[in-house]
């Protein structure tokens, strides 16, 4: 006579343990979704980096950079005021420059709104009074226009590199600069690039897509890119430095020579992250030769 009862009472839990679940994964997804759509995208964190780099010189010891790359003014949750806190927050650095990796506009993305080139180059003109910036550009600048976007931006004071190198002095160091044009939208030419480098001073190469490191040449002690925003979304522990056979994020040491992918600002596509919060990235380079 029991069964029955203990039957009802199996299915009676059962059901009750699907119904909890089901809430732990609304509940679990709500989160998600209010995480990665409206909290992730407002936030703006600064991460330090030390990268010692083979055959880098004494008097360059200690140098810092602030990267920043992907700004998107106008993708959701990153507005010009998200703008005014990216540069007041490079301008209270101690950084010795600052250097801008590309995406300064957005072609298109879910929700967002085109800021044009003029008025994400008058957001940042403050800089200009504390730091000195250079900077290339990346593939959404190219399709809204790269030549306004760099007319712009030089307007203000940046010193933008597009195949070309220049020659700079920070305190006891002296670098050469290389920009070195998009990968995908900028009709890169690396030996254009590097050809104006006429001594042995130590060289800084800036790119936006960081899957052209491959073919950089060893006389770069570093490269600087980010195009990936990090992959936008992190489902697992730790930050992945490479994806698919794609470079992501972070400082990475592969054939022999140095590349620092920085996650960037903004968003494309979707204006989504998951543990790949806004970023910038300071880096202290160092004339320590790595362990491997």
């Known amino acids: 006579m029991t069964r029955p009862l203990d039957s009802a009472h199996r299915d009676l839990r059962r059901r009750r343990l699907i119904k909890r679940l089901a809430w732990l994964v609304t509940i679990a997804t709500f989160g998600f979704l209010v995480w990665g759509f409206v909290w992730e995208p407002g936030r703006l964190v600064q991460r330090d980096y030390s ?13 810092r950079a602030d990267v920043v790359a992907d700004i998107h003014t106008g993708s959701p949750r990153n507005g010009v005021d998200k703008l005014d806190r990216v540069v007041a927050q490079l301008s ?12 300064y506009v957005i072609l298109k993305v879910f929700l967002g709104k085109y800021v ?31 030549t306004r976007v760099r007319r712009a931006l030089e307007s203000i004071g ?30 890169p030419d690396i ?7 006429d001594d042995d ?6 790119t936006h897509n960081p899957d052209i ?5 060893a006389r770069a002690s570093l490269v600087i890119a980010g195009h990936t925003h ?33 996650p960037g600002i903004g968003t494309s596509i979707l204006p989504f992250r998951f543990r790949v919060p806004p970023e910038i990235s300071r880096l202290t380079l160092r004339s320590e030769t790595p362990a491997r």
């Open 116 to 146: 044009t080139p003029e008025v994400v180059a008058a957001h940042l003109k403050p800089l200009l009074a504390h730091k000195r910036v250079y900077a290339v550009l990346g593939n959404h600048d190219w399709w809204k226009n790269g």
């Open 51 to 63: 990268i010692a780099l083979p055959h880098w010189p004494a008097q360059c010891d200690g140098l």
């Open 230 to 262: 990090g992959g936008q979304v992190n489902l697992l522990p730790g930050q992945p430095s490479m994806r698919f056979g794609h470079y992501i994020a972070g400082p990475i040491f592969d054939q022999g020579r140095e590349l620092f992918v920085t």
């Open 191 to 197: 030996q254009r690039a590097f050809a104006g480098i």
């Open 158 to 187: 940046v010193t933008v590199l597009e195949n070309q190198a220049t020659e700079i002095s920070l305190g006891q160091c002296r670098l050469w600069l290389v920009g070195v044009g998009d990968l995908w939208e900028g009709h």
């Open 213 to 217: 490191f491959p073919r950089m040449p």
């Open 201 to 206: 001073a130590p060289v800084v190469a800036i």
């Open 92 to 103: 209270a650095s101690d950084s010795d420059v600052v250097i801008l990796a590309g995406d």
